[in-house]
């Protein structure tokens, strides 16, 4: 069993920034993928950034491109999203995921709201 759990999360002023961290536990292996999602209210749950398992690469949706940075680190089962220049459609439930390398298994924290005031 896999379990996440996310910090970080909080009130921020419009501009402002922010650091999540997604902490894995149990049996996790460094090429296991981890990635952030968010869910505004009344919208679907979406896709933030991720990157790939050795750092090497990242990938970000294209409204956060250039403002938040996600990073990770193996020996800590940790993946961290700095988030800045944040706006007032930041503001969702911040989710980690992690997809086993092999089964391909989807696990989920439990979420961290962020909430961008103007």
């Known amino acids: 069993q896999v379990q996440l759990v996310e910090s970080g999360g909080g009130l921020v002023q419009a501009g402002g920034s922010l650091r999540l961290s997604c902490a894995a536990s149990?049996?996790?292996?460094?090429?296991?993928?981890m990635g952030w999602f968010r869910q505004a209210p009344g919208k679907e749950r979406e896709f933030v950034a991720a990157p790939t398992w050795s750092g090497g690469s990242t990938y970000y949706a294209d409204s956060v491109r250039g403002r938040f940075t996600i990073s990770r680190d193996n020996a800590k089962n940790t993946v961290f999203l700095q988030m800045n220049s944040r706006t007032p459609e930041d503001t969702a439930v911040y989710s980690c995921?992690?997809?086993?390398?092999?089964?391909?298994?989807?696990?989920w924290g439990q979420g961290t709201q962020v909430t961008v005031s103007s």
């Open positions: 149990g049996r996790t292996f460094s090429r296991d993928a």
């Open positions: 995921n992690l997809v086993r390398a092999l089964s391909r298994t989807n696990y």
